[in-house]
């Protein structure tokens, strides 16, 4: 079963951007769909977009859409979001996590990695 | 946009059977998934495609789906069962949608 490993915390000012990585291993990297779910305090989960690394065209929620960029590079195995424009409420854990086939559920998650946006 | 609704809270006491509940417009038409999560911790899969287990979780857990309604359920619930769980389907119009999860409380 494919492994994700994040990269670490950051602390972010307002108007800033963001950028979290995702490493793979033991798996299929190219051939699976990742996926960024973002999670803020005491609040449920969030889906952000994916990306099929084999693939490499991104989709991202309505939400999302003008502030996110989801990017892979095969040669690392590693996945990676960036969210700009950033305001306290980004502040949150995120999450990467493969999805499987058609179905789209997720069998393997990250770690989580916490963004904190303050002045 | 399609939108999941699970009941906040649910409590149960040990050895009992937990249901969580996952309603949306005509969910027995998708496919529903479930995670677990506990605190400070990633989300795990329990119950993938309505009632299909991944291999490392217990028999206790099983799924059902029909109608406007989806259920996890829980048996012999145990202490270490206490998380958050939520519901999650695809959909269409608004790709990969979570239910708003639901405490569950031994």
């Known amino acids: 079963q494919v492994q994700l490993v994040q990269s670490g915390a950051e602390v972010k000012k307002p108007g800033s951007s963001v950028k979290v990585s995702c490493k793979a291993s033991?798996?299929?990297?190219?051939?699976?769909?990742i996926s960024w779910v973002r999670q803020a305090p005491g609040q449920g989960l969030e889906w952000m977009g994916r990306?099929?690394?084999?693939?490499?065209?991104?989709n991202y929620a309505q939400k999302f859409q003008d502030r996110v960029t989801i990017t892979a590079d095969k040669s690392t195995s590693t996945a990676s979001m960036e969210l700009s424009s950033l305001t306290s409420e980004d502040t949150a854990v995120y999450f990467c996590?493969?999805?499987?086939?058609?179905?789209?559920?997720?069998?393997?998650w990250g770690q989580g990695t916490l963004v904190s946006v303050s002045s | 946009s399609y939108i999941l609704t699970q009941p906040p809270a649910v409590s149960v006491a040990p050895g009992q059977t937990a249901r969580i509940t996952c309603g949306g417009n005509?969910?027995?038409?998708?496919?529903v998934h479930w995670y677990q999560q506990k605190p400070g911790q990633a989300p795990v899969l329990v119950v993938y495609?309505?009632?299909d287990r991944p291999s490392e979780i217990p028999e206790r857990f099983s799924g059902s789906n029909s109608g406007n309604t989806a259920t996890l359920t829980i048996n012999r619930v145990e202490a270490g069962d206490e998380a958050d769980y939520y519901c999650?389907?695809?959909?269409?119009?608004?790709?990969?949608?979570f239910g708003g999860g639901t405490k569950v409380t031994v």
């Open positions: 033991g798996g299929t990297f190219s051939s699976s769909a």
């Open positions: 005509n969910i027995g038409s998708k496919s």
């Open positions: 495609d309505d009632n």
């Open positions: 999650q389907v695809w959909d269409g119009s608004s790709d990969v949608v």
């Open positions: 996590a493969r999805g499987v086939g058609s179905l789209y559920y997720f069998d393997s």
């Open positions: 990306i099929i690394p084999s693939i490499g065209i991104p």
